[in-house]
């Protein structure tokens, strides 16, 4: 067996150093016997239990002879991970646990692939395997190749959320045997636990998950820091004061024959980790929290009020999680006080409230049954959004959606739970969707307030509607914290992207066609079918769609056309240097990126643009990025704006470098009629006899900011402007 791993070892191509490791490493069998004994205990004799043991004796058989770098039997790590799922997570459907078994099997055993196992196992644990499995042959840089991974996976949450579930055991085990691995790869294991999945067992609510997995993964990211505050964590534990609040609560709940466990909780490294910054801090405001396990519901209340009697809470800090649970379904109470200058939280729970707070609500769920929970429903939509690509930073969405809960209601009393910072459009989202694509803005009790308000806890909120859809701007993507505002949002912002690109891909094939002298009614052919099927396409809208995206290029596109429509010849020698042209009548800033590097304004000559899923990119002719930049005469376009007709909406600020008061209001006299001026603005902040000048100013149309431009051309006055869409 050692002689046949090391050669298959040095076959692999890996380094001198590597095969002295894998030489002198001491194999560590896995006793399957025990581990057959203990699942019985957990899983039981159900009708399915048999799909879970046929699943252990394939991944057995699959990975026999595959050893971790621990030097333990592959094997123990798939198991290990449904025990995970079975006895730290209360997920024992034998479908599920057949998953975690075969998790790896596809990635790392070259005869099973995902149709095997569906065929062994069913359809159902064929998904949560193939989501499961990570991308591993492809071509990009390693951040790309990490984006693709982790969205295959959420692609696959977005369906079965018990994908996530897997790995999210897959990864604890990881981490619970990291120290065999090196340091680099226990630094980026550890990087991408405290920024995806431990985040994740937060928002799953699996909150022992979460402490374990930020306390692990701290301790290989920060080790000297984390030591060092671990040592100072566990004299906490031995407070004196502490102690004596545990006493005196025991005390006094006897006292009234009350029944009550009351233990000291240190909050691990999890709670001194600033996600922000990325650092663990060195100290932090409630350190200890006392839990207070109660018989039932009612002792729970009564409790509660012994515990004000013994220490006053701090004023507006009881929160009433019993009736009215988190989305994640945890209860209890809680309570802050002040004891001595030190801030104590205390949590009040019966034994299942405290076991479904560390497990989650996944006991007896699969994706499987009809009737899903609006929790199961919010993860599906945060997985949907996340593995679409519309979002810039999945780990954002998923930082945001695990903060901690606000509660709204609606003027009838209705009750929202949201994620804290979350605006009036999340809560407009939420309420229903309709509602939120026409949300304007609220009143708030006798405020009124924008869309992009902040909301507060206890906010009774009246939305305010207009009769029609609006269009919001992609600035209110990274300002709502719900899934269901940021997928609504990233749908219509695709749809809007979508329908500018049909009509540029149009253009531009229609004048490519005309230079080869292709008529363009060969569009129309049947045949065209052919072009479409060359590009995994099935309507010639959607081949629209990917020209003017830049997914499908005119040089790839003419040549199928001349082939398989023109009988491969073309009338015309094939064009060079002239660009072909498009005009808009939008600044939609979802569909348009005016670049930062040139900063054009859409009223100048010589605009260029290139393709791309994010809109067009637009650059003036004399952009030296632009000139350094390699390209064929296909990728881009001359652009240009039908003036009369495009609508300015935003007001415009113009900077006058140096003028005098006299001069910029003879100026703004005579300016065009249709300028409006919002304000002026003294910029100079010492007494100069030509000072600095904001103008902010509104227009109705591009050709009026054209006219009021060349109106300030004219006056010779030096002044900055950039183009506010």
């Known amino acids: 067996m050692l002689q046949k ?59 026999d002879d595959q050893w971790r770098r621990s030097g333990e039997a592959y094997i123990m790590h798939p198991c290990s991970v449904a025990k995970i799922l079975a006895e730290e997570m209360d997920v024992v459907d034998p479908e599920i646990l057949s998953a975690a078994l075969l998790h790896d099997t596809v990635e790392d055993v070259d005869y099973v692939t995902t149709q095997l196992v569906g065929e062994k196992f069913g359809s159902y644990v064929a998904a949560i395997v193939e989501g499961c499995t990570k991308v591993t042959k492809d071509s990009s840089d390693k951040q790309a190749l990490s984006k693709k991974v982790h969205r295959k996976i959420f692609s696959g949450a977005a369906l079965r959320p018990e994908v996530m579930l897997v790995k999210l055991a897959d990864r604890l085990h990881n981490l619970r045997t990291l120290g065999a691995m090196p340091k680099r790869k226990r630094q980026k294991i550890s990087d991408e636990t405290l920024d995806i999945y431990a985040p994740l067992a937060t928002v799953f609510g699996l909150f022992s998950l979460k402490r374990e997995m930020y306390n692990l993964a701290l301790s290989y990211k920060f080790p000297k820091q984390g030591s060092k505050l671990l040592s100072q964590i566990r004299q906490l534990a031995q407070s004196p004061e502490a102690n004596e609040i545990v006493h005196l609560l025991e005390k ?11 233990t000291i909780r240190t909050k691990g490294l999890w ?28 002792s729970c209340y009564a409790i509660l009020g012994i515990l004000n009697q013994t220490y006053p809470p701090i004023p507006r800090t009881i929160r009433d999680f019993i009736a009215n649970p988190k989305p994640t379904g945890y209860q209890g109470l809680h309570a802050r006080t002040n004891i001595k200058g030190q801030k104590y939280l205390f949590k009040i729970r019966t034994e299942d409230m405290a076991r479904r707070a560390q497990r989650g609500l996944f006991q007896d769920w699969s994706s499987k049954s009809n009737t899903q929970r609006r929790f199961i429903r919010e993860i599906k939509e945060l997985f949907g959004v996340i593995a679409s690509g519309d979002v810039a930073s999945y780990r954002e969405v998923i930082a945001a959606s695990g903060k901690k809960e606000i509660y709204t209601y609606t003027p009838g009393g209705d009750l929202f739970c949201l994620p804290a910072q979350s605006t009036v459009l ?13 949300c304007t803005g609220a009143m708030i009790g006798s405020r009124k307030v924008s869309a992009n308000h902040r909301l507060a806890d206890g906010d009774v909120i009246r939305v305010l509607r207009t009769d029609h859809p609006l269009q919001f701007q992609p ?64 309507h010639l809208d959607e081949l629209y769609i990917h020209l003017g995206e830049g997914r499908v290029s005119l040089s790839q596109l003419i040549p199928e056309i001349k082939e398989k429509l023109y009988q491969g010849k073309s009338p015309l020698v094939n064009p060079t240097g002239q660009l072909n042209r498009v005009e808009l009548d939008t600044l939609d800033p979802v569909t348009i990126k005016i670049s930062a590097c040139c900063k054009p304004s859409p009223t100048d000559k010589g605009l260029f643009a290139f393709f791309s899923e994010r809109g067009l990119s637009i650059h003036h002719k004399e952009c030296p990025q632009l000139k350094r930049t390699k390209f064929q005469r296909e990728d881009i376009v001359n652009l240009r ?26 100026l703004l006299g005579v300016a065009p009629v249709e300028m409006r001026i919002v304000d002026i603005t003294l910029l100079s902040k010492t007494p100069t006899p030509n000072p600095a000048w904001e103008i902010r100013f509104q227009v109705p149309t591009l050709y009026v900011l054209r006219k009021a431009l060349r109106h300030f051309d004219k006056s010779a006055l030096v002044y900055e402007f950039d183009f506010e869409y």
């Not at 025990?34 to 043991?53: C, D, E, I, N, T």
């Not at 001194?272 to 990325?278: G, L, V």
């Not at 999340?426 to 026409?438: E, P």
Request: net charge positive; with cysteine.
């Open 5 to 63: 791993q090391f050669y298959f070892r040095i076959s692999c191509g890996i380094s001198i150093k590597e095969r002295y490791f894998w030489f002198f490493m001491q194999y560590i069998p896995f006793d399957l016997e025990l581990y057959r004994s203990q699942m019985r205990q957990l899983l039981g004799s159900g009708p399915k239990a048999h799909v879970f043991w046929d699943a252990l004796d394939f991944a057995t058989d699959a990975h």
């Open 252 to 262: 006094n709940t006897r006292e009234v024959w009350l029944n009550a466990e009351v």
């Open 271 to 298: 709670a001194y980790y600033d996600t922000s910054n990325r650092i663990l801090r060195k100290e932090i405001d409630n350190p200890l929290e006392i839990l207070i396990i109660a018989e039932n519901t009612q």
């Open 426 to 438: 999340d809560f407009a989202f939420r309420v229903h969707t309709d509602i939120g694509h026409s």
């Open 475 to 538: 600035a209110m993507l990274a300002l709502c914290r719900t899934p269901r505002a940021r997928a609504e949002l990233s749908r219509t912002f695709r749809i809007r992207r979508q329908k500018l690109s049909q009509v540029v891909g149009k253009s531009i094939v229609t004048q490519e066609m005309l230079r080869y002298g292709l008529p363009f009614d060969l569009l129309e052919k049947k045949e065209l079918q052919q072009v479409l099927h060359h590009f995994s396409l099935t």
């Open 641 to 666: 704006w039908d003036l009369r007709n495009t609508r300015v909406d935003k007001i415009q600020s113009l900077v006058i470098m140096a003028a005098t008061q006299h001069r910029v209001m003879m």
